[in-house]
């Protein structure tokens, strides 16, 4: 595949030179700059590669919005366990359709049967390179996780576990008045708690320094284990360092399943008690020792947020984008955290291809008017001045029917994210409320566990009164007396905890009862949303197949189109007459 640098049209590997501005054609650096992705998007430069993919900047041939599209590397194209992760990460995020979760817009294959992802595109920067630019204030710092964990407790609530959180994969996008709004990243490798297809015995993903115990020894680990990555995010927030250093990747695992670390606050005893607590106690080796969810977690974590002073200064609006380079479709701008959404650049086919051509027919049809005014002679260039016509105008047919294809499937996909929303918001109460009810479970176990241990010492002492009761002197004494009142107070004593232990009891069974019902109403949602999201993600392969055709045959017609024009231009442009109606062309 061949590029002009000048105007950017893309021309095929035996092509030599541009027929617009007759600019040297050049090998394109990366075959996807340029092309036309499922019929709706056009890759306009690189972002950043990464071991499974790499990611482009786009725009939206609909709309013209910008796009982040993820490519999946095709010398990976036979790893089936890592196609299916790359799928996953569509469908995971696509049905969670959380604000503090990326929008994933698109998921397909390319005609050489690639797949690709299509994402929101996200300007700011990562949790770590944040983190890399110093210490983040505590308020901000405390507010960023919130954001997190919010939309985890949503993912846990549809039982879908990240299990590879860390600040890589937390994206920190500036709004217009200078918060933070956070997006979590890569789904890629996370699971549904129920589907074991992905990962078998003996294999670990994850990051070692943010990995849980169970991560290490189980592919079974639940959300906990997201928590816990949670935790040690925390820590390094508030404490500027991880929790375990290490040399190498065996010595972070040994780490995190043998060592306790130590109390954030030994590094920064600014750190309020509760916070310090929260974090060791989301640390725990044991997940069952570890709050019992991520609701739990956000009410604990925004009571401490609630209590920390907050900068009086305003915030200042985020910085402006660095400037633009002048060829993006020939030089790959490497992700630096900061990228600018791409803009739209001369020689893309959408949104003004089918206008540009139309006005190139024109002047083409002007230069012969001017060469042959009479109209006679040269009636073959007459002839492939028609052909021209007709194709464009079976482009024009082409785009027309592929923009109303790609409405139905925004109309389509609008209200799945319309009604995945809705399921979300009904999920956030049911999972709160299930949240409170486990809470009150663990509760009400300890202080059964609590009383029986009452129980068990109560009757000791009773004993050891009534035996000395038995010994005494039967005439009344006033040792006797205090013997008797002392045995009174025990089984008063022993009594209150029999009903406290019978009361707690009762608790337990209630909740337990409780439990299974909100649970019932939870797997019941989740079945729904399940049948609704693939109901519309087979709607929109229909759909998307039909734009992805429509898109295979507008880059074909552009293909013939190039190929007659560049005859015409040929045959034309060594008359001096036509240099002003040339000039004309090269600025179209």
């Given amino acids: 595949m061949k590029i002009c640098p000048t105007c950017g049209l893309r021309y095929p590997s035996d092509a030599t030179q541009c027929f617009v501005d007759r600019a040297t054609l050049v090998v394109a650096p990366d075959p ?7 019929g709706r998007y056009r890759i306009e430069s690189q972002l950043g590669e990464g071991g499974m993919a790499t990611v482009y900047a786009a725009r939206s041939a609909l709309d013209q919005k910008p796009v982040a599209i993820k490519i999946f590397r095709k010398e990976l194209a036979k790893d089936e366990k890592l196609r299916e992760r790359f799928k996953r990460e569509a469908t995971s995020a696509q049905r969670l359709s959380h604000p503090h979760i990326i929008e994933i817009l698109g998921y397909g294959e390319t005609e050489d049967k690639t797949q690709y992802l299509v994402m929101e595109y996200l300007h700011g920067e990562s949790l770590e390179s944040a983190l890399e630019h110093g210490p983040i204030p505590l308020a901000r710092g405390l507010d960023l996780m919130l954001q997190t964990l919010d939309a985890l407790a949503r993912a846990h609530d549809f039982e879908v576990v990240h299990r590879d959180l860390k600040p ?68 390094q927030i508030v404490a500027n360092q991880l929790p375990f250093e290490a040399n190498d990747i065996s010595g972070f695992l040994l780490k995190h399943l043998r060592e306790m670390p130590v109390a954030p606050s030994k590094h920064n005893p600014q750190i309020p008690p509760a916070l310090d607590n929260l974090i060791l106690k989301l640390l725990e080796k044991d997940p069952n020792k570890r709050p019992v969810d991520a609701h739990a977690v956000i009410k604990e974590l925004s009571a401490i947020a609630a209590q920390v002073p907050r900068p009086q200064q305003a915030r200042k609006p985020p910085p402006p984008p660095p400037p633009r380079r002048p060829n993006p479709a020939l030089e790959a701008t490497p992700f630096d955290g900061q990228p600018k959404p791409p803009q739209a650049t001369k020689g893309t086919l959408a949104p003004a291809t089918f206008e540009r051509w139309e006005r190139r027919v024109q002047l083409f049809a002007q230069m012969l008017g001017r060469a042959y005014p009479d109209g006679r002679g040269r009636n073959d260039l007459f002839q492939l001045l028609e052909r021209v016509r007709v194709t464009v105008g079976r482009m024009g047919e082409c785009r027309q029917r592929s923009l109303r294809e790609q409405m139905k499937l925004e109309s389509i996909r609008t209200q799945a994210r319309e009604a995945q929303a809705r399921f979300g918001r009904a999920m956030d109460t ?25 129980l068990a010492r109560g009757g000791a002492p009773f004993a050891q009164i009534h035996a000395k009761v038995v010994a005494s002197p039967a005439a009344p004494t006033a040792e006797l007396a205090m013997l008797y009142r002392a045995g009174l107070d025990a089984l008063e004593s022993l009594g209150r905890a029999m009903q406290e232990h019978q009361r707690a009891g009762a608790w337990l069974e209630a909740k337990e009862r409780e439990a299974p019902d909100l649970q019932l109403q939870i797997d019941t949602l989740r079945g729904q949303l399940a049948k ?46 036509m240099r002003d109606l040339f000039a004309e062309l090269e600025a179209n």
């Fill in 532 to 577: 609704l999201s693939q109901a519309s993600e087979d709607e929109s392969a229909q759909v998307q197949n039909i734009v992805g055709q429509l898109g295979a045959e507008m880059a074909q017609t552009e293909q013939t189109l190039m190929a007659d024009a560049g005859r015409l231009a040929d045959e034309l442009r060594p008359d001096a007459r």
């Fill in 32 to 38: 996807y700059i340029g092309q036309l992705i499922g």
């Fill in 168 to 235: 890589d994969n937390l994206f920190v996008v500036r709004k217009e008045d200078g918060s933070d709004h956070v997006k979590i990243l890569d789904f890629g490798i996370a699971r549904s708690m129920h589907d074991p297809r992905l990962t078998k015995a003996g294999e670990v993903f994850g990051t070692p320094q943010y990995m849980a115990p169970e991560r290490i020894t189980s592919i079974d680990a639940g959300p906990g284990a997201d928590l816990y990555a949670v935790g040690v995010m925390l820590y």
């Fill in 430 to 454: 049911l999972g709160q409320d299930l949240s409170r009810v486990r809470e009150e479970l663990v509760r009400a176990k300890q202080v059964r566990d609590e009383y029986a241990q009452v």
